[in-house]
């Protein structure tokens, strides 16, 4: 079975930090995306990405949240300044085509902002 | 705008028996897919099965089938046999557009799935 990989599975962070958020995305994947889930609320869209630049991004992703795929394997979102209302799981996901039938989600990080 | 609905907040059903999960669509663009994923206690997303809107047979994955009713716009979720293992949330998304175009999901609110034993 295919695995999209995240880490860290969970982190604290003070609000007005920095953090790093990283996924292995399953190796012949070429479609990226980022999705968060409040508690208890639904998966949002956060941005997708492919051949080295966002393509789409959802108006949640303002200035503040930045991705980048730094070498060819991993797959980050850099939040810059961290607010509590920023406190979510965390996913990314991966797949093969735009048009692809299995779109696979890691495990996601959950990120608590205090 | 796309928009996903399941109306089904919870959902109980007897180990062994088959459930139904409902999920409707509304979309204006001719080319959609529709997934589902299990979303178990512990929090990962679970890939279940897909059905694109041009195709002519429901979607079927093991224990999983997909009632696939494009007129109504909707797409259901089928557990046969249900399992305790089965206990969790569910959800229903849309891709808008399977031709380029926008490329996320959007997802419904979810149905929490109970098995009893």
């Known amino acids: 079975e295919p695995e999209v990989t995240q880490t860290p599975s969970h982190q604290v962070t003070q609000m007005g930090q920095e953090v790093i958020l990283r996924c292995v995305p399953i190796?012949?994947?070429?479609?990226f995306y980022w999705y968060r889930q409040i508690l208890g609320q639904k998966v949002e869209f956060l941005v997708s990405f492919y051949n080295n630049e966002i393509s789409e991004k959802s108006e949640i992703f303002d200035d503040q949240f930045s991705v980048e795929r730094p070498d060819g394997s991993n797959f980050t979102l850099k939040i810059r300044s961290t607010k509590l209302e920023d406190s979510a799981m965390y996913f990314c996901?991966?797949?093969?085509?735009?048009?692809?039938?299995?779109?696979?989600f890691g495990e996601g990080s959950w990120l608590t902002v205090v | 705008a796309q928009k996903i609905t399941q109306t089904q907040p919870g959902m109980f059903v007897q180990e062994k028996e088959a459930v139904t999960l409902d999920c409707t669509y509304d979309t204006s663009d001719p080319s959609y897919g529709l997934f589902w994923y299990k979303q178990p206690s512990s929090g990962e997303m679970i890939f279940l099965i897909y059905q694109g809107s041009y195709d002519q047979q429901n979607a079927t994955e093991g224990r999983y089938s997909l009632n696939f009713q494009k007129a109504r716009k909707s797409a259901n979720l089928v557990i046969s046999a249900s399992q305790l293992g089965d206990s969790a949330m569910y959800f229903c998304a849309m891709r808008a557009s399977d031709q380029g175009g926008s490329e996320k999901l959007v997802f419904g609110k979810g149905t929490k799935l109970t098995v009893n034993p």
């Open positions: 996901a991966s797949t093969q085509t735009v048009s692809g039938n299995t779109i696979y």
């Open positions: 190796s012949n994947h070429l479609y």
